[in-house]
């Protein structure tokens, strides 16, 4: 007998109360798989062994890969199938200006606050990365931490520019992921505790000090060494490193 999920369609939600497709539940489990570190950047997708780990057929998890692909987390290369999207320096440089360069506008915009709603979803973004914090869910911290950054972004009221960092979701998650298993130093407390005195000057509401506060946030640790561990070097991206360093060495 097939499974009722079956009946909501290829990653397409059903009515409230219905269970994800299989689809969905295959795509879900596939990021949560990359953002663990099971399946790791370059790393080649075995469709035979995933549809048995995950226990569905091939045709919907094909499906979940195509998926996957449009987000940009996974890549169909000739001769080599489906891989997890390989991070190049590069990768990461043009990640972590866009980055820096959104949110920095969304502050300018945004700060101080003035509809005091959508300081209530900054703190809700805060409340849910503690309950992961407190459970020890690197996944859900991880997809909670960009959602509070969302959050941030979301102050300027400017829908476009929200979108537009929204794309960046799967390879900022992977940065953040990547960025907490080098903090072996800091536990999950002294993460809430950075994120909590980031929306404190949010609500103090001087846009200065929020941006003083993003350069100095601690998302960078996992930069030591970095142009070691992944290729993709190019002249800016290496300058942009040697910046980004020269820079830390001064605070």
Do not use: K
């Not at 497709?21 to 997708?45: C, K, Q, W």
């Not at 520019?161 to 080098?182: D, F, G």
């Not at 536990?187 to 000090?209: I, K, N, T």
Request: hydrophobic share 40%.
């Amino acid at each position: 007998m097939s499974s009722p999920v079956h009946d909501t369609g290829a990653g397409t939600p059903g009515p409230p109360g219905t269970p994800p497709s299989l689809v969905d539940y295959a795509a879900n489990e596939i990021r949560r798989m990359v953002l663990r570190g099971t399946l790791v950047p370059g790393e080649r997708i075995t469709e035979p062994q995933l549809s048995q780990q995950l226990g569905i057929s091939r045709p919907p998890l094909r499906e979940a890969l195509r998926l996957l692909e449009r987000e940009g987390l996974l890549l169909q290369q000739p001769r080599r199938g489906v891989t997890v999207m390989p991070l190049t320096l590069h990768d990461v440089y043009e990640i972590f200006t866009l980055r820096r360069d959104y949110e920095e506008l969304a502050v300018a915009l945004g700060v101080p606050v003035r509809e005091p709603e959508r300081l209530q979803r900054c703190r809700v973004a805060l409340q849910l990365m503690e309950r992961a914090a407190r459970a020890g869910d690197e996944v859900a911290w991880s997809e909670h931490a960009f959602e509070f950054h969302t959050s941030i972004v979301a102050l300027s009221g400017h829908r476009r520019l929200e979108r537009a960092y929204r794309s960046l979701q799967l390879q900022m998650e992977l940065c953040m992921t990547m960025n907490r298993q080098a903090r072996v130093h800091e536990d999950f407390r002294g993460d809430a505790a950075r994120h909590r005195r980031l929306l404190d000057l949010v609500e103090a509401g001087d846009p200065g000090a929020v941006v003083a506060e993003l350069r100095v946030h601690g998302d960078r640790t996992f930069l030591d060494g970095i142009e070691v561990r992944l290729g993709g070097h190019t002249e800016v991206s290496l300058a942009w490193l040697e910046q980004v360093r020269a820079e830390t060495a001064h605070r």
